[in-house]
């Protein structure tokens, strides 16, 4: 049974850092591009950074890039994401999510519950 | 980047009523198109992928279409449990797209 496990969430100021983490069970770890998506307290869902599970080539939205860091440790099955600079409109559940395929851009099979991410003062 | 519009934005619906769901690209994109559904408070859950695959596990009940820019997903009769926001997305390359979403409610 796939499994995926976020932590790291929680209250932060403007301008702060955190860093979330995904241990993911159930299938080859390595064998799949991995994405974080979040989403904004009553909103929509956006994607917000991926990578592949091959080559490790990783993929950023433009509201995030240069402030994110994505990762992943496969011998830990672990997937990361470093949010820094975070702002009061990074406010939201970020999940992480599994890919159907090795290389980036690809429908999500599985999800994780979330962890939420409060940017306030 | 491409552009996801969906359409409705909300609807409402009887049990037992065909539904359908738009979803539009800015530009072409294949069938690099899935579809999700989220329930009220929980995580989303895959649909339909390259705009017509039923994933495992879906009921038959949903199906979906197209290619290109134009897409739909359809609800062949309406069922209570699936009061949800349907949100597609396309795939094709990075980055990843979401429609706004499509909120379906019981009349």
């Known amino acids: 049974e796939v499994q995926l496990l976020e932590s790291g969430g929680g209250l932060v100021q403007p301008g702060g850092s955190l860093r979330l983490s995904c241990a993911a069970s159930g299938f080859t770890f390595t064998n799949y591009a991995m994405s974080w998506v979040r989403q904004a307290p009553g909103k929509g869902l956006e994607w917000v950074s991926g990578i592949s599970g091959s080559d490790g080539t990783t993929y950023y939205a433009d509201s995030v890039k240069g402030r994110f860091t994505i990762s992943r440790d496969n011998s830990n099955n672990t997937l990361y994401l470093q949010v820094d600079s975070l702002r009061a409109e990074d406010t939201a559940i970020y999940y992480c999510a599994k890919e159907r395929s090795t290389g980036i851009a690809a429908a999500i099979n599985y999800w994780g519950q979330g962890t939420l991410v409060t940017v306030s003062s | 980047d491409i552009q996801m519009t969906q359409s409705p934005s909300s609807l409402s619906a009887s049990v037992g009523d065909r539904v359908i769901i738009t979803c539009r690209a800015s530009?072409?994109?294949?069938?690099?198109l899935a579809w999700y559904q989220q329930r009220p408070g929980k995580v989303p859950k895959l649909l339909i992928y390259?705009?017509?695959t039923l994933q495992s596990g879906v009921p038959s009940r949903f199906s979906g279409s197209g290619s290109g820019t134009d897409f739909t997903l359809t609800i062949s009769s309406l069922q209570p449990e699936d009061v949800a926001t349907y949100y597609c997305q396309k795939y094709n390359s990075a980055p990843i797209t979401f429609g706004q979403g499509t909120r379906l409610e019981i009349k």
């Open positions: 530009q072409g994109i294949s069938k690099y």
């Open positions: 390259a705009a017509s």
